[in-house]
């Protein structure tokens, strides 16, 4: 190697030739390195989806198995699938531009399409009943366990480092006229087994696609077995498929046997177990809020299913009208008149067939009446300073889980005085003194005296379903 650096050092034609690939080589790492930061920026989302890392187990997901955390940060409301297919391919073909065509040629073009057909980042995608366009997000990250998200991402990250370790084998031989490293023969294999869904319904479709790792295309007499029966093998691929029965963990047994290209002699993989889990279709609908649907304010509502992605349930509303809010299968409910609401769902599951949830009832209620108040009181004694300032009368809720307000519309006062006759007076508004008071009703309320009694009676008021209301009266003795 020392030789070799003397030569190149006192030849400035290759001397320059190498330093050229150096720089192309640099870019390559920073290239690579930017890939992978973005990458694990994605893995790092749907962790943080599924609940972050387990407090008990730092190196384990909290929700392992969640099934909607890649599937709304990759596809529904981050829309980041599309995002990283497309830095993957820019990744793909900006990389493979650095290596220059040509043995001579030291300036990389804007495309090397021949290095980047070679380079392994594969972006097709098989159509499917529910994926019949081949898109890509959908089908790395659709109803995928959040543990398996992770695993595809991984597997684009060393994909990515390949790529970068194949470009740098390029470069190295625009260098020095020389590979940097033979090509090597697998010497080892295993059985890999790649599920459509590691989560499946009743009734749903489970498709497994099972190979032999390190597989070249040298390999002879292959023969891959599931649950001890021999599989139709393509292009060295075997396919199975099941329905899925049951309930809970489900278990496929998968062996394979071979003749070793390097020396002629039949070897077997033993069998290994591979699993998957059948659940139980289940549907609920939480209300946010109370166990019923109020009159005239929003009633939040989140609507579920296991196993089943919110974008794949569908509802149908009766007596109630539901509007989309923020957050996944969130709704806000609103009904307009006393008795029964219901709600029926369905989902389309990932086989194509429709499952029928049931139909939910919730009882629809009026808003609890509000009771009147004058300087925070219900009645009383007061003082003829206190009272006299008081600018309206109120109606307060007390108890109840919605934001709602009531206005009081109007009222009537009477007081009497002694030795006089008893006086009184009507407003239809809230207001006892001010600008907007009923001149009648001020002069009652600024002019009360000590020993004074003083009625404010019949009070009625509005609230958000639009329905005047008797609420109640006020009465004080005025004691200073």
Not at 50 to 66: C, F, H, K, V
């Amino acid at each position: 190697m020392l030789c070799k650096t003397k030569k190149i050092i006192s030849d400035p034609v290759k001397f320059n030739k190498v330093q050229a690939c150096l720089a192309l080589a640099q870019q390559a790492i920073t290239m690579r390195n930017d890939m992978e930061k973005d990458l694990l920026n994605y893995k790092e989302m749907i962790i943080t989806r599924a609940g972050g890392y387990d407090p008990q187990n730092p190196t384990e997901i909290l929700r392992r198995d969640d099934l909607d955390a890649a599937t709304f940060i990759m596809i529904e409301s981050g829309k980041k699938g599309p995002e990283m297919l497309s830095k993957l391919q820019k990744y793909k073909s900006d990389i493979a531009a650095l290596v220059p065509i040509g043995d001579e040629n030291l300036t990389p073009g804007t495309k090397n399409d021949s290095l980047e057909s070679r380079l392994p980042l594969n972006f097709d995608v098989l159509p499917s009943e529910e994926n019949k366009n081949s898109d890509w997000s959908y089908g790395n990250f659709h109803m995928v366990p959040a543990v398996g998200a992770i695993t595809i991402i991984d597997k684009y990250i060393n994909d990515v480092r390949n790529c970068e370790s194949m470009v740098m084998d390029e470069l190295w031989a625009k260098a020095f006229g020389e590979k940097r490293r033979q090509e090597q023969v697998f010497t080892k294999y295993d059985v890999l087994v790649s599920a459509n869904s590691n989560y499946l319904l009743p009734g749903e479709k489970y498709t497994a696609t099972i190979m032999v790792g390190a597989y070249n295309d040298k390999i002879s007499n292959l023969v891959i077995n599931v649950n001890g029966s021999p599989r139709q093998i393509k292009d060295g691929v075997a396919t199975f498929e099941t329905v899925a029965t049951g309930k809970g963990e489900q278990t496929i047994n998968v062996s394979a046997s071979y003749t070793d290209p390097n020396d002629g002699i039949s070897k077997t993989i033993p069998a290994k177990p591979f699993k998957y889990y059948v659940g139980e279709a289940q549907a609920s609908i939480s209300l946010d809020k109370m166990n019923v649907f109020y009159i005239g304010v929003d009633n939040p509502i989140t609507l579920s299913a296991s196993g089943v992605p919110a974008s794949s349930l569908n509802y149908v509303a009766d007596n109630c009208t539901l509007t989309k809010a923020d957050g996944v299968n969130k709704y806000m409910v609103r009904v307009s008149a006393p008795g029964k609401a219901k709600i029926s769902l369905t989902a389309k599951l990932s086989d194509g067939t429709t499952k029928n949830f049931g139909t939910y009832e919730y009882r629809i209620k009026r808003i609890p009446d509000p009771y009147p108040v004058i300087a925070g009181k219900r009645g009383g004694t007061i003082a003829a300073s206190e009272l006299s300032v008081q600018e309206a009368i109120f109606a307060k809720l007390d108890n109840f889980d919605f934001d709602v307000k009531f206005v009081v519309t109007s009222f009537e006062v009477g007081i009497q005085k002694k030795r006089a006759d008893y006086m009184t007076a009507s407003s239809g508004t809230q207001y006892l003194t001010g600008g907007n008071a009923v001149k009648t009703v001020e002069d009652i309320v600024k002019n009360v005296r000590i020993g004074d009694r003083i009625y404010f009676e019949n009070i009625k008021a509005i609230g958000p379903d639009k329905q005047t209301r008797l609420i109640g009266s006020v009465n004080f003795i005025v004691n200073n």
